[in-house]
């Protein structure tokens, strides 16, 4: 048996499993909105399934390191996503004349600078006790140490941030 097809197999089913878990969660908010309570439980117990499977794969297959490694690749993947992958996707999405998909891919480019920066700060405070909160925008993505008034990119009120 091939040990390098069975990790790239991992590999595969995590994106597979991570990409059914969002598409659920998806589906479950809109059967919600719509009032398909039953529906919308059945996705989201699906989507918490699909969660537990793509974990289980990338555990699995290694990819679960020290939390100073795995803050690292966090850093690498977030800088990779602001500074290259989005600004392509903001000029493709401006040339077709897609507001909406503009606006989406700002929204995450300015988020993920945000993302890698605190990433940053926790590995170089990896060390520290006092307990640290953060403050999820539910628009954009933002993340802040300190609830904001508002959201410093999208403008969202700061009272509905998620404390964690």
């Given at each position: 048996m091939n040990e390098n097809k069975t990790?790239?197999?991992l590999m595969e089913a995590f994106?597979?499993?991570s990409q059914a878990n969002r598409k659920y969660l998806a589906y479950s908010r809109k059967a919600e909105k719509d009032g398909k309570i039953n529906a919308a439980k059945l996705f989201k117990a699906a989507s918490d399934a699909e969660t537990l499977h793509a974990l289980k794969h990338f555990e699995v297959a290694g990819k679960v390191a020290s939390t100073a490694d795995n803050l690292k690749d966090a850093v690498a993947g977030e800088t990779h996503e602001y500074k290259d992958m989005y600004p392509d996707f903001v000029k493709i999405a401006e040339a077709e004349g897609n507001?909406?998909?503009v606006t989406s891919f700002m929204y995450a480019m300015?988020?993920?600078?945000?993302?890698a920066k605190l990433y940053e700060e926790a590995l170089e405070n990896l060390d520290q006790t006092e307990e640290?909160?953060?403050y999820l925008c539910p628009v954009c993505?933002?993340?802040?140490?300190a609830r904001p008034?508002?959201?410093s990119i999208c403008g969202v009120p700061g009272d509905k941030f998620i404390k964690y």
């Open positions: 990790i790239d197999n994106a597979g499993e507001k909406a998909a300015k988020a993920e600078e945000v993302h640290v909160f953060y993505g933002n993340i802040e140490k008034d508002k959201c």
